[in-house]
């Protein structure tokens, strides 16, 4: 649970094909219950499909994939795609449970210039088309790793196997629309500063640096 969201997970049958079985044909997924309900993050994530061009399709295929949004009166159902390989602060919490030198970074740096390079990808797609996430953290990171036979060495193009590596951004509940306002507007949650596309700047940093050293920026 995280505020008046509800996280389950759930399996996805398709009973209709009699020639496989039923645990063949299960599909695990993610429910959230938002309470009250919301179609925010579903419109959202079906702006940035509709703008984002070509040149942009490996940041739109890191955007969390979301099958559908069913409205009710008093709350609202979205079904998001599982994953089962956790978030950056999954992984966080288990390197700092082995870590053993004070000195050495908290994750391999090679490691972490490669989810900064995916992070800072998606966050330009975004903003290219006008949109701010606004809640870019390690527990709304989920790490791609589908297994693959054989993968090449890391390039920018993301070919030869590391198609389905890196990090798709997910919880886009608190993401702004800056296209619906005027050029230059700023926006601000209680007596905080106002911001604008900075606000994901900082929380990209602030990533990072849990990656290096296994704590937010102070």
């Not at 795609?81 to 602060?89: A, F, K």
Request: proline fraction near 4%.
């Amino acid at each position: 649970s995280g505020g008046m969201s509800t996280f389950y997970m759930v399996d996805r049958v398709d009973a209709s094909d009699r020639t496989v079985s039923l645990d063949e044909q299960c599909k695990r997924l993610a429910l959230r219950m938002d309470v009250p309900r919301t179609a925010w993050e579903f419109y959202i994530h079906q702006q940035l499909l509709c703008r984002l061009p070509g040149e942009h399709a490996l940041a739109r295929a890191r955007l969390g994939k979301l099958h559908s949004l069913h409205l009710y009166k008093s709350r609202s159902f979205l079904i998001l795609e599982h994953s089962s390989h956790g978030t950056l602060e999954n992984m966080v919490n288990l390197f700092k449970a082995k870590k053993r030198s004070a000195r050495a970074p908290l994750l391999p740096e090679a490691l972490v210039m490669f989810y900064a390079i995916e992070l800072l990808r998606i966050v330009h797609a975004a903003h290219s088309v006008g949109v701010i996430h606004g809640s870019i953290a390690c527990k709304n990171l989920l790490i791609l790793a589908k297994e693959s036979s054989s993968w090449g060495h890391w390039q920018p193009a993301m070919v030869d196997g590391w198609e389905d590596r890196g990090l798709s951004l997910i919880n886009w509940s608190q993401s702004v629309d800056t296209t619906a306002y005027p050029a230059s507007s700023t926006f601000q949650y209680g007596e905080e500063e106002p911001w604008s596309f900075n606000r994901d700047a900082e929380q990209i940093c602030d990533v990072v640096h849990q990656l290096l050293f296994g704590e937010p920026l102070s």
